[in-house]
C-alpha cells in the first residue's frame, strides 16, 4: 500500500520556478510506485516498471510534495473525500461485453439491410456498472512488427476461424499462438503480393495514398500489411460474422472498429479516405440502388481509389468455382459498372479478380449525375452520426492539392487555408501544433515509454485538429482521433487531410469496439465537455473496458474536474497520480497519469488507494 504524501512546509515554497525539482520529483515518485504496481511477467503483465526506473535518475530528490495543488496554490492537500465508490468485476461471461454491439441485442432488430449489427446501445438502466474482466491468463501483445503475425491464444480464445478459414491462410492456431500468415480469401500469395499488384496502378509508394478504408476487413491483413507502404487503415467488420475478427484486429495492433454498412452513415466525414477496399466482404454493392457504393463515394475524396475484388469481377473466368449463375452474376456486375459510372468514377484496372476504379477529381462534367440522379443537400455533410443513409450523391468537394505523407503532417490543411471550417484559421492551427508538441514533450519527461513501442493501439477521445497524433507519429504506433460529436467544431476532416485517422463518436456511449483493445487513451479536456451531458463515471468504465491490463491513461483538464475523476478512479483498481501543466504550478489546468492494474476474471481482490 503507498501512503500519501504530507505537504507540509512545502506548502508556501515559491521559490523561482520549481519546475524542474517538480519535475523529477513527480517522476521517480511515480514510477517508483508503478515499480511496485506492475507485474513482472510469468506470462501475464509486463516489466514496465524494470524499463523505466532503468531509464530514471533519481539521484536529485527533495521532500517537495507530489499531492495536486487545489486552486493554483502549491503543495495544497486533497480535501477530504469520504468514502469511495469500489466497482467490482463484471460475471465472466462479460469477457468480451461491447455493449452497443451485443448479440441479444441485436438480434432483436429487423435483418434486413443489415440493420441488427449496426450500433444499437443499452439504456441507461441496462447499463453495467462493473469492471470487465481480463480472460484468464491474459498476456500482454508482443511489440509490433510481431504482433501483425502472433496473438496469445488467451487474448482472443476463439479457435473457430482456424477451422472455417484453413484452406484461406487467413489464421492458425500455433500452441499457445494464433500465428497470421497473411492469407486471404483473395490473396492466396499473401498480403504482400496482393498490394504489390495494386501498386502496379495505384501509387502506394510516393505518399500521395495515406489513409484507406477497409470495409469487411476480415482479421484485417490488408490493412496490417499497408504499414509497409505506410498507410494507415480504417479496417471495419460487424461483430461475429466471423468471430472475434475485429478483436484479432485489434491484438495485431491494426486499426479497426466494429461496423458495417447497412442503413445508418460511416461515422467519418466527406472526403475523407484515399482509398478504400473490398475484398469479398459480401456488401451488395449494385442493390438499393447502389446506396452503399454512394456512400463510399461520400467518404472517398476526389482522385481516391476503390478496389473491388472477388465475386463479380471477371465472372466468365470464376462462375464455376464460385457455383453461382452466370447471368447472376452478369447483372450484378453490370449494376456496379452502372453505377460507378454515374459516380463518375473512371475504371483504371480490371484483371483476375481485381477490378480498380478512381473517383474523379473534377466531377463538373458528370452529366449523367444531374440526369439520373439526386444530390445530395451538403450544407452540413460532418453531421453524420445515426443519420440515415440517404440514395443520393454527396457533391465533390476539391479542397486544394493533396500533399504527400509525411508532408501532409505538419502543413496548414486546405480545409482550413479555403475556410470551410468556420473559426479555424491559419495561426489557429499553427499554435496548436506548437502546443501539443510542446505537451507531449512534458508527457514524454513522465512517461518515458510513450514512444518506445510499448504503446501500439493509441486513442485520442478529443481529438481538436490532430496535433497530438501529429506529435506523437511514429512507425510504432498509431492513433485512433475521436472527435466528440458535441465538439464546437466538426474538424474530423482536417485530421484525415492530414493524413491521420479517426471517427465522430459520443461519449456518453460505448466505443465500437472489444474490451482491452487500447494500450494509451489520451483524454484533453473530455470531462469537462461531457460534464452537462453523462456522468464522468459512465466515460470512466467505458475508458477502463477499452483499456488493457497495465495499459496508461492522461488526462488533460482543469483541476476541479480532475479530483472528481481521481476519486472514481480511485475505486477502479487503477493507480493515479496528478502532476502540474508544463506552463507551472500556478495554471488550473492539471495532467493526470494512470495506470490499469493487471487482474483477470475470478482475480476478486481489491488494491484501491
Not at 325 to 343: C, N, R, V
Not at 409 to 428: A, D, K
Amino acid at each position: 500500500m503507498v501512503t500519501k504524501g504530507n505537504p507540509g512546509d512545502n506548502r508556501n515554497n515559491k521559490g523561482p520556478n520549481p519546475m524542474p525539482v517538480f519535475t523529477v520529483v513527480g517522476l521517480c515518485a511515480f514510477f517508483y510506485i508503478l515499480g511496485v504496481w506492475q507485474r513482472s511477467g510469468f506470462g501475464k503483465g509486463d516489466s514496465i516498471a524494470v524499463a523505466i526506473n532503468r531509464e530514471t535518475d533519481c539521484s536529485v530528490l527533495s521532500d517537495l510534495s507530489y499531492e495536486s495543488h487545489r486552486d493554483g496554490e502549491a503543495g495544497a492537500p486533497d480535501a477530504p473525500e469520504g468514502e469511495v465508490k469500489e466497482f467490482k468485476p463484471c460475471d465472466d461471461q462479460y469477457i468480451d461485453y461491447t455493449p452497443c454491439h451485443d448479440q441479444r441485442r441485436a438480434m432483436t432488430f429487423p435483418r434486413e439491410n443489415m440493420m441488427y449489427r449496426e450500433r444499437h446501445c443499452p439504456p441507461q438502466e441496462e447499463k453495467l456498472y462493473c469492471l470487465v474482466p481480463a480472460p484468464r491468463g491474459y498476456a500482454t501483445p508482443f511489440p509490433w512488427p510481431e504482433s501483425r503475425d502472433y496473438v496469445p491464444y488467451a487474448n482472443a480464445p476463439y479457435k473457430s476461424l482456424t477451422v472455417e478459414k484453413a484452406v484461406q491462410n487467413w489464421i492458425q492456431y500455433e500452441g499457445n499462438v494464433f500465428r497470421f500468415p497473411g492469407g486471404g480469401t483473395q490473396f492466396p500469395q499473401g498480403a504482400d503480393a496482393y498490394i504489390d499488384e495494386l501498386a502496379s496502378v495505384i501509387p502506394l509508394d510516393n505518399g500521395m495514398v495515406r489513409t484507406a478504408l477497409d470495409t469487411g476487413c476480415g482479421v484485417a491483413s490488408w490493412g496490417a500489411y499497408l504499414f509497409k507502404k505506410n498507410v494507415v487503415t480504417m479496417s471495419i467488420a460487424p461483430r461475429d460474422s466471423h468471430e472475434a475478427q475485429v478483436q484479432f484486429a485489434l491484438e495485431r495492433g491494426v486499426p479497426a472498429i466494429i461496423g458495417v454498412l447497412g442503413t445508418i452513415m460511416l461515422p467519418f466525414p466527406s472526403g475523407s479516405f484515399d482509398m478504400a477496399h473490398c475484398s469479398r466482404c459480401l456488401i451488395p454493392w449494385g442493390g438499393n440502388d447502389g446506396i452503399y457504393m454512394k456512400e463510399v463515394d461520400r467518404v472517398l475524396r476526389p482522385g481516391g481509389y476503390w478496389i473491388l475484388s472477388g465475386p463479380p469481377i471477371n465472372w466468365r473466368s470464376n462462375y464455376r468455382a464460385w457455383q453461382r449463375p452466370e447471368d447472376e452474376l452478369e447483372e450484378e456486375q453490370k449494376q456496379i459498372e452502372d453505377i460507378a459510372k454515374l459516380l463518375c468514377w473512371e475504371k483504371r484496372h480490371e484483371k483476375g479478380e481485381i477490378a480498380i476504379w478512381r473517383k474523379r477529381l473534377n466531377t463538373d462534367e458528370c452529366t449523367e449525375q444531374e440526369a439520373q440522379s439526386s444530390t445530395c443537400d451538403a450544407t452540413n455533410d460532418n453531421d453524420v452520426w445515426y443519420k440515415k443513409m440517404e440514395n443520393c450523391i454527396t457533391p465533390a468537394k476539391t479542397n486544394g492539392s493533396w500533399k504527400p505523407f509525411p508532408e501532409r503532417l505538419n502543413v496548414v490543411p486546405s480545409r482550413i487555408t479555403s475556410g470551410s471550417v468556420p473559426g479555424l484559421s491559419v495561426e489557429t492551427f499553427e499554435d496548436d501544433n506548437r502546443s501539443w508538441k510542446k505537451h507531449v514533450n512534458a508527457y514524454k519527461r513522465v512517461n518515458k515509454i510513450i514512444d518506445s513501442g510499448r504503446y501500439r493501439n493509441v486513442m485520442d477521445m478529443n481529438a481538436g485538429l490532430g496535433s497530438f497524433a501529429a506529435a506523437l507519429d511514429s512507425p510504432k504506433l498509431w492513433v485512433m482521433n475521436v472527435v466528440p460529436t458535441i465538439a464546437e467544431k466538426a474538424n474530423l476532416g482536417v485530421i484525415f487531410e492530414r493524413g491521420l485517422i479517426g471517427i465522430y463518436h459520443d461519449w456518453c456511449e460505448a466505443f465500437s469496439t472489444y474490451p482491452r483493445t487500447y494500450d494509451l487513451i489520451h483524454a484533453n479536456a473530455v470531462f469537462s465537455l461531457y460534464k452537462n451531458e453523462c456522468s464522468a463515471e459512465d466515460i470512466l468504465l467505458e475508458m477502463d473496458r477499452i483499456l488493457r491490463p497495465e495499459g496508461a491513461v492522461i488526462i488533460r483538464d482543469d483541476v476541479s474536474v480532475l479530483m472528481q475523476v481521481k476519486r472514481i478512479m480511485r475505486g477502479m483498481r487503477w493507480k493515479t497520480k496528478m502532476v502540474d501543466n508544463e506552463d507551472g504550478p500556478l495554471v488550473s489546468e492539471k495532467v493526470l497519469f494512470a495506470v490499469k492494474q493487471y487482474w483477470v476474471a475470478g482475480d476478486n481482490t481489491t488494491n484501491s488507494l
